[in-house]
């Protein structure tokens, strides 16, 4: 018979229609921004419904550890005892190598002393505008030292002046790294053998064998 | 066959078979293809028509997936254009045909008489490589416009901004000096004109190829049909067109309401995503496959990850991936199929008439499949996943959210158990649902049934594929037929329906979200027998090397037919790198489908066939 299926239809929208406000009534009082109410709104466990609508800005959805969005350097902290504020790039230039769109610019810093090459850029510049957020450089750098960043809004007005990120733009301290990616920091500590930049670590390594061997030795 | 004792040593192997029938049938034109890392005949351009009829006619080559040139500049300087031909239904090997000819006067015969499908192929090389196909019935650009100068596939040929020919360019290490892109002249040497170029004499081709054949205010009462005044008109459907999917055209002929003739116009999306891939490195091309179909940036990974492995294991130290790489890939190739076709089905309806509401209803699982990817690979869209040898990442422990600031919701569920939901729970019932309302409502079966007709053997000759061509009646799925990664030991159906109208495109996506959801429902103990195994094979290496060689990696993408087909030099950056995408050659059989259908019928037609324009045109 023709019309049912159409009314059908119509149900289903109806059922949706009315189900928003039952959802409105379960949280009534308890807060419908809540983490519990947004799980069971976003179609968590043995939940029939998933309204995914979410009210943004009045709420977010937090994102997960590996989301990534253009990349940031890490620095020391700077609150740190040693080398406070120091950059861990060592500017050895694989992400600029390994970048697919190419909107990483390095320039390698120099001794002025002696004149040769020293493992600290003198400038850093990503174009945002030409970032693809990939992720490849994070991915590929033997220091930790660049890293995907969580914070997406960086609308801006006029994106001549503001899109080619330099090097204080881009740098962030270390803890906002562990504070964003708990468990991946943990993980690339653990694979460095402790919380400092590897090279730290290594002539730490070194530095202690030494005064074992000093102390072997007397 | 039987006095030829070579031929019998190799019957195991059908492709070695076909060859050696071809080079027996054919002993001057037919030459086997002796480069290292490189299979299938060279043959004779003269002979070529010959040969492919033979191919098809005798051997059971039926299908053509691939056509495409390679410019071998430097290394022969020659245009070498390349034919992957399969056997449709029965599945296996490639038989790989090659014609060469020389770069200064490209011609080649066209081979449409043989594989219609090579329509929109061949207008491609002779686009971008500048191959003239002699006896191809509308030999004219399709991606670019009619008046651009140059053919952006030959490698003496430098885009706008061009830099260097292959990355990573020198300018960004160690002495990075940065600029923006717009700031250097636009106007300089890299825009080129066609020689004697005057901008006085200046005047645009426009149009008027489109609307050939069209003799617009001739005969037209004639024409009509009888007692009903009818007037023949052209009408362009897009590129603005809520109902193309994106900025993709229709020139269509009508005679009143009633189609007479359809070509598509392409190219508005076209960013040389080849060329592009030829300047990248291997691996730097892996984030620019996500935004060819950008529904299905996972299996688009796959696909690639495929070709290229192809390519390594040609070499000495290849290590295959590891079992759990293969099982998180199939996981998320999958989970795409079905984003893809809730997707195509919800803008299918739209097509229909249904606006926005149930093309909503139908992605709403699609938020908690985008959510895992995003968990798992960093990125709800371009996922950018696969490596070659594995993934990018182990499945994370959980599916969590980390709260940077007060109005941060939080979700926090362990990832076997957030998938256990979707995949057991969640699909399931929404494909019912869908099936349940959509299947039998009376606007869809007046629809859709018996519109966009493509018969089997037609569906074949146009070399559709995916959905349309299973929706035909051809039992074809690439899983299937040539099987990759670990579908062999995956229990499920290839879905196949018979009648080849929208309906029953329509179901077949439906048939086949099911058998993903099968194919899921496996996948699940094999993710927790695998938890803890490596997920990548070898160390992870930016720059791999990759021996010289040719290799077709194909997926059965939502879409149908995905191919990579890429040539290594042996150097940092592919040679070739084509992309043989399924929604580009699904439109060859557009127009023969619409034919004698109406303006409102042609929307849905399109709507079923579930292009993605970023495919479309690269």
């Known amino acids: 018979m023709y019309g049912l299926g159409i009314l059908k239809g119509m149900g289903v929208t109806l059922k949706h229609f009315l189900d928003t406000y039952i959802e409105d009534l379960r949280f009534l009082g308890k807060g419908k921004r809540t983490d519990v109410a947004f799980n069971l709104r976003q179609g968590g466990r043995n939940q029939r419904l998933g309204l995914f609508t979410v009210e943004y800005p009045e709420e977010k959805i937090a994102v997960p550890e590996r989301f990534r969005f253009i990349p940031f350097l890490v620095i020391n902290n700077l609150d740190a005892e040693e080398d406070a504020g120091k950059i861990w790039c060592t500017s050895c230039g694989i992400c600029a190598k390994v970048c697919p769109p190419q909107c990483i610019w390095i320039v390698r810093g120099t001794d002025p002393e002696t004149g040769r090459p020293k493992p600290e850029p003198e400038e850093f510049y990503i174009d945002i505008d030409i970032c693809m957020n990939c992720g490849l450089c994070a991915e590929f750098c033997p220091f930790d030292a660049i890293k995907m960043d969580h914070d997406y809004e960086l609308a801006s007005y006029d994106r001549t002046t503001h899109h080619i990120f330099d090097k204080a733009r881009l740098s962030k301290e270390f803890r906002y790294w562990r504070s964003i990616a708990p468990t991946i920091s943990a993980e690339e500590a653990e694979a460095r053998g402790g919380w400092e930049h590897k090279d730290v670590l290594k002539e730490k390594a070194k530095a202690s064998r030494a005064a074992d061997k000093a102390a072997g030795a007397s | ?618």
């Not at chain 2, 009829?53 to 410019?71: H, K, P």
């Not at chain 2, 960013?271 to 996972?298: A, V």
């Not at chain 2, 690979?377 to 959210?401: H, T, W």
């Not at chain 2, 439906?510 to 927790?528: F, G, H």
Request: with cysteine; net charge negative; glycine share 8%.
């Open chain 2, 1 to 618: 066959m039987a006095e030829n004792p070579a031929a019998e040593v190799t019957t195991a192997n059908p492709v070695a078979e076909a060859i050696a029938a071809l080079k027996a049938q054919f002993p001057d034109a037919v030459v086997e293809d002796n480069r290292k890392g490189y299979a299938g005949i060279v043959v004779d351009p003269e002979k070529l028509v010959e040969v492919a009829t033979a191919a098809r006619d005798t051997l059971g080559y039926n299908y053509l997936s691939s056509a495409t040139a390679v410019d071998y500049l430097g290394k022969g300087d020659y245009f070498e254009m390349v034919y992957h031909t399969y056997r449709v239904p029965a599945g296996g090997p490639p038989l790989v045909i090659k014609a060469r000819t020389p770069r200064d006067r490209a011609t080649l015969p066209s081979v449409i008489s043989v594989w219609p499908g090579a329509d929109f192929q061949e207008r491609e090389a002779y686009d971008l490589m500048g191959i003239r196909f002699e006896g191809h019935p509308n030999l004219k650009r399709i991606l670019l416009w009619e008046g651009f100068d140059g053919h952006p596939l030959r490698k003496d040929w430098k885009e706008a901004y061009y830099e260097q020919d292959q990355k990573p360019f020198d300018s960004r290490w160690p002495q990075g000096r940065v600029y923006r892109a717009e700031e250097r002249n636009p106007y300089g040497k890299n825009v080129r004109y066609p020689e004697g170029f005057t901008l006085d004499d200046f005047t645009p081709v426009g149009e008027a190829p489109n609307y050939d054949g069209v003799d617009l205010g001739i005969n037209v009462q004639e024409m009509a049909t009888p007692g009903l005044k009818t007037d023949r008109l052209v009408v362009n459907l897009g590129p603005h067109h809520p109902s193309t999917h994106g900025v993709f055209r229709m020139v269509v002929t009508l005679n009143g309401e009633t189609v007479e003739d359809l070509q598509p116009v392409m190219g508005y999306l076209h960013r040389n995503h080849e060329k592009i891939g030829e300047r990248n490195t291997f691996l730097q091309n892996m984030p620019f496959t996500d935004r060819l179909d950008y529904i299905t940036s996972m299996s688009n990974n796959l696909g690639y990850a495929l070709a290229v492995e192809h390519l390594l294991s040609l070499g000495p130290r290849y290590q295959p991936p590891t079992y759990r790489a293969e099982v998180i890939r199939v996981l998320m190739v999958e989970l795409t199929r079905v984003v893809s076709h809730m997707w195509a089905i919800g803008f299918l309806l739209n097509d229909l008439g249904a606006f926005y509401t149930p093309a909503l209803y139908a992605i709403a699982e699609r938020e908690l499949i985008l959510d895992f990817f995003e968990a798992v690979a960093g990125s709800r869209m371009m996922c950018n996943y696969m490596r070659f040898g594995g993934v990018f990442k182990d499945l994370p422990e959980r599916i969590q959210g980390i709260p940077l600031l007060a109005n941060d919701r939080v979700r926090n569920e362990a990832t076997l158990d957030y998938l256990a939901n979707i995949i057991n729970e969640r699909l399931p019932r929404a494909i019912d649902e869908l099936d349940d309302y959509l299947t039998h409502n009376e606007i869809i079966v007046t629809r859709c049934q018996g519109v966009g007709i493509l018969p089997p053997e037609m569906a074949i000759a146009y070399s559709a594929a995916g959905p349309v061509l299973r929706a035909s009646g051809v039992p074809y799925d690439v899983r299937r037929a040539e099987p990759y990664s670990i579908y062999p030991e995956l229990d499920f159906d290839v879905a196949v329906r018979y009648n080849g109208d929208i309906y029953d495109r329509y179901l077949l996506r439906i048939d086949e979200m099911r058998q993903s959801v099968r194919i899921l429902k496996q996948l699940l103990p094999r993710l927790r027998e695998t938890e803890g195994q490596p997920i990548i094979s070898g160390s992870k290496a930016y720059s791999p090397r990759v021996p010289e060689g040719e290799a077709y990696g194909r997926v059965e993408n939502p879409k149908g037919e995905l191919g990579y087909y890429v040539v290594s030099d042996g150097g940092q950056n592919p040679w070739r790198y084509h992309v043989r995408s399924p929604s580009y050659i699904n439109l060859t059989a557009l127009g023969p489908m619409a034919k004698g259908h109406k303006v409102a019928d042609i929307v849905a037609i399109l709507g079923s066939i579930d292009i993605i324009l970023g495919e479309v045109d690269r």
